[in-house]
């Protein structure tokens, strides 16, 4: 092929070229790099070569591109041209007449590096308009795709954290703590009604948290306007709140029935406690602080001689007889530990007799639950504190041992006659029954496992906090009551009877 012919084809080639001397002015550019920078897209029809201009021979190649090009050209391409002589695929725009000119560059150096060497430099430039707008729309399909991916994230944290607490504060506490961790989000509240825009607040969120019932106000959400933060994505903030709004219609309906549930057991626990000059009977019975189920902790306080403390008759009115009393704890919770608890409660007292003592009492109860298949694995403690012969008898199915504290205040539990819960395995005659004397003034407290069981702590350590205090307690003369708040963080329902026997009474 001629030098003419190489020439023409040099000058025609579909791809825009220059020749560069070393310090990158242009010394030679074909027609297509002229059409392009006149303006003509590449593809479309343009002017023939003659009535183009030749205004960029003797131009530095930085004053035909945008400045951004210009300080990449000079910071990597003329280093890199320097020293390896070539490079490929660099992304430049080209300055038009109207908007730039997306490229990619590949430049090769002829001769060697360096000033006065006569190197020059072969260009070509590929346009890549279409490439350029396909990684925009790539760019704007990842944010896109990122944006819906972190909602996403956002509503399913929303879902768990709701889903974690049932009462209506948790609920409220939930939501607003899952909105405000957002990025985005400098501030969130839950107003009565939707507060209108203040000045500096043009970016406010205000969304409306309606039940299916009721309305519980609206979320307002203030977001961060420090540079380079995302707002946060309100369709998936309208999300959050609609499930805020579903899980707080929950949490009131399950307080609702919840709180139904436990005015049931109080009024089944509920009783005139008996009365006397040589006794004090007090009982305390506490639902769980956490969680909105009702557990199956019960307590009786009853005397077998019908209505002998209510009676006018010389003996009841000083107190002399036999007090029955027992505490229980059904395995489990909600309704149908309730309900079992209610019925064990029942068969307790229609099952003892005057004189069979407490552990023929409790083989009674271990065949009702084994025979109606009702309050298996239940613990129960049954005691006749006899204030005639100052002594305690009890009998334990698996339940916690009594607590006996004397009045100087030593404290010490009762592990006698114990044996296995009901409907387990005892068969009938087994159960054993202990025996405690009683001095003026000696408290015997009867508990259930909400009283000194924690989660963060072994039972010894509940055992033994209850009888510190206890002891303390008996000492300052405070009630006994005050033993069911030992916790801080009680999870499970605590119940607790006290009895404080004064010494005999004489008769008239």
């Not at 504060?169 to 839950?190: E, F, I, K, S, Y």
């Not at 189920?293 to 000083?318: I, S």
């Amino acid at each position: 092929m001629s030098d003419g012919s190489l020439a023409d084809a040099w000058s025609r080639a579909p791809v825009a070229m220059l020749r560069l001397d070393e310090d990158g002015t242009v010394l030679d550019a074909n027609v297509t790099f002229l059409r392009w920078r006149a303006g003509h897209a590449p593809g479309q029809p343009s002017p023939p070569s003659h009535e183009l201009p030749d205004p960029v021979v003797g131009r530095p190649l930085g004053s035909l591109i945008t400045a951004g090009g210009r300080l990449y050209w000079e910071a990597y391409v003329a280093p890199a041209l320097a020293l390896n002589g070539r490079v490929e695929d660099v992304s430049l725009a080209l300055r038009t007449p109207g908007e730039p000119l997306p490229v990619l560059v590949t430049a090769h150096r002829r001769g060697p590096a360096g000033p006065g060497s006569g190197a020059e430099i072969d260009v070509a430039m590929f346009a890549s308009r279409g490439r350029a707008e396909f990684e925009q729309e790539l760019v704007r399909a990842r944010t896109s795709s990122d944006r819906w991916a972190e909602g996403l994230r956002w509503v399913q944290e929303a879902t768990a954290a709701l889903s974690r607490v049932a009462g209506v504060d948790q609920v409220r506490d939930a939501l607003l703590g899952v909105v405000a961790r957002h990025p985005g989000v400098a501030r969130v509240t839950l107003e009565t009604t939707a507060p209108r825009p203040s000045a500096g607040e043009a970016g406010l969120l205000v969304m409306p948290v309606d039940g299916v019932q009721r309305s519980w106000g609206h979320l307002v959400v203030v977001p961060h306007e420090r540079l380079g933060d995302v707002p946060p994505d309100r369709e998936a903030l309208t999300t959050v709140v609609r499930q805020g709004a579903i899980a707080l219609d929950r949490a009131q309906l399950a307080e609702q029935s919840v709180s139904v549930a436990h005015e049931l057991q109080l009024a089944m626990l509920a009783g005139d406690l008996p009365e006397r000059p040589d006794l004090d009977v007090v009982a305390e019975y506490r639902p769980a602080t956490s969680g909105l189920t009702v557990g199956g902790d019960w307590y009786d306080v009853f005397d077998l001689d019908r209505g002998a403390y209510h009676r006018a008759d010389r003996g009841a009115a000083h107190g002399h007889g036999v007090l029955h009393v027992v505490i229980g704890d059904v395995v489990g919770h909600g309704l149908a530990s309730a309900t079992a608890m209610g019925q064990l409660r029942t068969a307790t007292r229609a099952l003892a007799e005057p004189g069979i003592g407490p552990a023929k009492v409790l083989d009674r109860l271990d065949m009702f639950v084994r025979h109606h298949d009702i309050g298996f694995g239940s613990t129960v403690v049954y005691a006749e504190l006899d204030t005639a012969n100052a002594t305690l008898t009890y009998a334990s199915a698996g339940h916690l041992p009594p607590l006996h504290v004397r009045r100087a205040g030593a404290a010490e539990f009762l592990w006698a006659g114990r044996s296995l819960p009901l409907g387990v395995g005892s068969a009938p005659g087994e159960r054993t029954e202990g025996t405690v004397p009683l001095a003026p003034g000696d408290t015997v407290v009867l508990y259930t496992d909400g009283v000194v069981e924690r989660r963060d702590a072994p039972l010894r350590d509940g055992l033994e906090h209850l009888a510190e205090h206890a002891a303390r307690l008996a000492q300052s003369g405070e009630s006994a009551t005050h033993l069911v708040d030992l916790g801080t963080h009680q999870r499970d329902d605590a119940c607790l009877i006290a009895l404080t026997w004064h010494g005999p009474t004489p008769r008239p």
